[in-house]
């Protein structure tokens, strides 16, 4: 299992925005621990707003998924743009990848077994019709001069 821990200001709690910008990618399994940091790196837990006589500085939270997944995790949390990243980055691309973007990746879905295909129209075609001898007697320019000349 990789944690990644990323922080964010103390503007809202930090742990339902992690978990609305994750959710969508199944990320399975998940564990987010939240808490609230202050200057000299005290912790303050469930939402505690003071630390002694400090302020916290910030929201921080350890996201701990899947060794699989933990690439995929910290670039869709870069890229979100709501999170900075305390841990040591897994891929020091994902930085630049995600500066790049401002919305998240489309998330992927896999259509279960009882979603059906939409049933496939075919197109009608034209009807043919049949050309009767005097029709296609009367078609060309030889036709026309010939009825000229008689």
């Known amino acids: 299992m990789a944690k990644i821990i990323v ?4 503007c809202a709690p930090i742990r339902p925005q992690v978990l609305t910008a994750l959710q969508p990618y199944g990320f399975k399994p998940l564990h987010v621990e939240s808490y ?11 939402g505690a707003l003071v630390i002694g006589n400090d302020r ?33 980055p897994l891929d020091p691309r994902n930085e630049l ?13 896999q259509a279960g077994c009882s979603t059906q295909a939409p049933a ?14 005097r029709q296609q007697d009367s078609g060309g320019i030889l036709d026309t001069l010939a009825r000229l000349l008689r």
């Open 7 to 10: 922080a964010q200001g103390m």
């Open 36 to 46: 609230a940091q202050s200057e000299d790196g005290r912790r303050a837990r469930d």
């Open 56 to 88: 916290p500085q910030c929201n921080v939270a350890e996201i701990t998924v899947s060794d699989a997944a933990a690439r995929w995790c910290e670039y869709v949390l870069l890229r979100s743009h709501k999170f900075q990243l305390m841990s040591k």
């Open 97 to 109: 990848w995600a500066s790049k973007w401002n919305t998240l990746p489309r998330a992927w879905k």
């Open 120 to 133: 496939l129209q075919r197109q009608r075609q034209p009807q043919r019709t049949r050309r009767t001898k």
